[in-house]
């Protein structure tokens, strides 16, 4: 070793680690894996899981999601800044003590930022992936929310049948052709079954659509994420439940939500 290398396990170390290997932010993800690792064998095995890219989320466990820190286990959805400003609408929509069904949850990352905000509501999540579902069940219990694990509505307890004030999706919405184009720390490193939304990326949100209607309270809402693309094909299918739809867009989040309204009964 040259007197000008860092040494092996530095946080200078790291760095250069993580810069040869193309990380953007490398500073800040030298910061995060120093304090996550415990052992000097740890963060050295750190670096070698990021530098062979697996995502910064899964290496530390957690992502910042709200304002919050979410759990998030490997092989799980790693929550989106974009997502932040459905949880904003969600946030305005629901009062204390709602019904609020964080459908497709993944690490459950909606919902709790929902609860975190609004205090005190009912919180009910969705996943069909058991790895999910279990990163969802350990999130979630902070804020005393109920995590069911199977595909969509089949997972609920019928009880719940009428009685959503906000149902919210952030459901895979990727069209399968675009799969490959996705960035590789996605594509190898999340479930095909958070991303792959089928020919026209609707197939999974648009059977969360078609079952709102026998889910939602009398005045309840539905948001949905979607892309800027796919902003008719979502809309088309909120008006056909017989939902007064309406659309939200941030350019800096990059983000989209169509927002469905019950009427009254
Ligand atoms: C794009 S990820 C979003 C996760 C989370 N909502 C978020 O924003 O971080 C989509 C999630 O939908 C789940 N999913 C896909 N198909 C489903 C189905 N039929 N029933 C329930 N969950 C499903 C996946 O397992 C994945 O966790």
């Not at 079954?193 to 999974?204: F, I, M, Q, S």
């Amino acid at each position: 070793m040259s007197a000008m290398e860092p040494s092996t396990g530095s946080a200078r170390w790291v760095e250069a680690r993580l810069r040869a290997a193309g990380c953007v932010f490398a500073e800040d993800e030298t910061r995060l894996l120093v304090d996550a690792a415990s052992t000097a064998a740890e963060l050295t095995s750190m670096v070698e899981r990021r530098t062979a890219g697996e995502p910064i989320e899964h290496v530390v466990g957690w992502a910042e999601f709200c304002g919050l820190r979410i759990d998030v286990d490997r092989g799980v959805f790693v929550p989106r800044r974009r997502t932040e400003f459905l949880v904003t609408h969600a946030i305005a929509l629901a009062r204390p003590r709602a019904v609020v069904l964080d459908m497709c949850c993944g690490s459950g990352a909606i919902g709790i930022a929902i609860a975190s905000h609004v205090g005190a509501i009912e919180l009910h999540a969705v996943d069909i992936d058991p790895i999910a579902g279990a990163c969802a069940r350990r999130n979630v219990a902070g804020v005393g929310g109920e995590v069911h694990v199977g595909d969509l509505y089949d997972a609920l307890p019928g009880s719940l049948r009428g009685r959503v004030d906000v149902l919210v999706a952030n459901a895979p919405y990727v069209p399968t052709d675009e799969l490959p184009l996705l960035p590789a720390e996605a594509r190898d490193h999340e479930p095909t079954v958070a991303l792959d939304g089928g020919p026209d990326g609707l197939d999974v949100q648009r059977r969360v659509i078609d079952g709102a209607p026998s889910w939602l309270a009398p005045y309840g809402h539905l948001l949905v994420e979607t892309s800027e693309r796919q902003v008719p094909l979502t809309v088309d299918a909120v008006a056909r439940i017989g939902l007064h739809p309406r659309v939200e867009r941030s350019d800096a989040l990059n983000a989209t939500v169509v927002i469905g309204a019950a009427p009254a009964p």
